[in-house]
Structures are given as structure tokens and as C-alpha cells.
């Protein structure tokens, strides 16, 4: 059974930063396409980034220049580094992974950024 486990979400002002991880775990297969997903409250669930197995990138245009979506193949780890944070920024953020043709997702990490 494959899991994802984020990590990094937290409490940070508007203009900081914070770095979200996913470890995936639970096979053997390459994990082909991994994403940053996020859902603020009352909101829909969003694309915030994704990235292939060979790295070309896809960003929300509100977040482009500010996040930066990156992968460890090795580690089967997916990273988020999200800076100039501002409020509206402020959801729970889901990683999520697709191989062999399923569809996989985190339980998701809480990113709160103050005013």
C-alpha cells in the first residue's frame, strides 16, 4: 500500500518561509508524477505545482516566483519551497503521487501565514 506523509506545514508571518516535504513509501514502482495540492477553507482543492520523474515543473500562477517544486528520485521525496508566504497562501497543502496508474494522496499539512 502506497502512503505519502507530508511534513514542514506550520505557523509563519506573511513574507516568510517554510518547506514542505512528502516521502512516499509502500513500493518499488517509480513514482512518475508527484504534485503539491491545497485546499483552503470553503475553497475547492488546487493545483499548486507538479513535477514529472525528469524534473519539468508546472506552477499555479499564483504562486510562480515564489514556490519552488523539487524531487528526490532516490528518497521518493517530493519538496515544496514556498517563500514570500502571504495569507492567502493559508491552506492545508496535499501532496500527491500517480504510478501505475493510481492516483495517490497525503493526509496533508496545515500552512497558517499570518498578517
Known amino acids: 500500500q502506497v502512503q505519502l506523509v507530508e511534513s514542514g506545514g506550520g505557523l509563519v508571518q506573511a513574507g516568510g518561509s517554510l518547506r514542505l516535504s512528502c516521502a512516499a513509501s509502500g513500493t518499488s514502482f517509480p513514482i512518475n508524477h508527484m504534485a503539491w495540492y491545497r485546499q483552503a477553507p470553503g475553497n475547492q482543492r488546487g493545483l499548486v505545482a507538479d513535477?514529472?520523474?525528469?524534473?519539468?515543473?508546472n506552477y499555479a500562477d499564483s504562486v510562480k516566483g515564489r514556490f519552488t517544486i523539487s524531487r528526490d528520485n532516490a528518497k521518493n521525496t517530493v519538496y515544496l519551497q514556498m517563500n514570500s508566504l502571504k495569507p492567502e497562501d493559508t491552506a492545508v497543502y496535499y501532496c500527491?503521487?500517480?504510478?501505475?496508474?493510481?492516483?495517490?494522496w497525503g493526509k496533508g499539512t496545515l500552512v497558517t501565514v499570518s498578517s
Open positions: 500527491n503521487a500517480g504510478l501505475i496508474g493510481m492516483n495517490y
Open positions: 513535477i514529472t520523474r525528469r524534473g519539468s515543473t
